[in-house]
T-cell receptor, first 112, second 113 residues
Framework: NAGVTQTPKFQVLKTGQSMTLQCAQD?????MYWYRQDPGMGLRLIYY???????DKGEVPNGYNVSRLNKREFSLRLESAAPSQTSVYFC???????????FGQGTRLTVV | AQSVTQPDIHITVSEGASLELRCNYS??????LFWYVQSPGQGLQLLLK??????LVQGIKGFEAEFKRSQSSFNLRKPSVHWSDAAEYFC???????????FGAGTRLFVKA
């Protein structure tokens, strides 16, 4: 049972480049989330999808877009990467909004 | 506004000693409360959660936490720490009313021999 799978695990981008972070869960969860983790700031919610077909902004959505491709998959896109987006990104899922979340292993992104 | 405060950025305890990690929250109603643990290079794993009922909740790895409404606190405890408990611990608060789960800044636990 894989749980929540994120790809890639590491990525280096140049300023202005774009990329998509992929996330898939195999637990039949309704809700999915993207967080970023920065030192001393805990996890901050970027976007979430309460259920298939819906997405909403979290605390720090600027510079990001998301797609809930189907119930399993929730991708995060950086259209024009900036150094301020250097962070560790986590995807998570839960059976319902704001109940126990299961996290992926994270993507360490560096923007130079 | 809802918030979660973990006053201690890092804590060092000796192996075998007891542990208490503090968490205070600000929320208008009874929240859902969580403690997660993150080992280096890993994602977060749920230790325990409080939704309702008994205010003392038991979790995995020998951890427990107590919800104290009067103090708006949900402190994590363990009677005897093991070296493998060294990690970062996050308190989080959420509810099913659509409010998005908020995480504290985390407390890094160091365990000395």
């Amino acid at each position: 049972n894989a749980g929540v799978t994120q790809t890639p695990k590491f990525q280096v981008l140049k300023t202005g480049q774009s990329m998509t972070l992929q996330c898939a869960q195999d637990m039949n969860h309704n809700s999915m989330y993207w967080y970023r983790q920065d030192p001393g700031m805990g996890l901050r919610l970027i976007y979430y999808s309460a259920s298939e077909g819906t997405t909403d902004k979290g605390e720090v959505p600027n510079g990001y877009n998301v797609s809930r491709l189907n119930k399993r998959e929730f991708s995060l896109r950086l259209e024009s990467a900036a150094p301020s987006q250097t962070s560790v990104y986590f995807c998570a899922s839960s059976s319902l909004m704001n109940t126990e979340a299961f996290f992926g292993q994270g993507t360490r992104l560096t923007v130079v | 506004a809802q918030s979660v405060t973990q006053p201690d950025i890092h804590i060092t305890v000796s192996e075998g000693a007891s542990l208490e990690l503090r968490c205070n929250y600000s929320y208008g109603a009874t929240p859902y409360l969580f403690w997660y643990v993150q080992s280096p290079g890993q994602g977060l794993q749920l230790l325990l959660k409080y939704f309702s009922g008994d205010t003392l909740v038991q979790g995995i790895k020998g951890f427990e936490a107590e919800f104290k409404r009067s103090q708006s606190s949900f402190n994590l405890r363990k009677p005897s720490v093991h070296w493998s408990d060294a990690a970062e611990y996050f308190c989080a608060v959420g509810d099913t009313g659509g409010f998005k789960t908020i995480f504290g800044a985390g407390t890094r636990l160091f365990v000395k021999a």
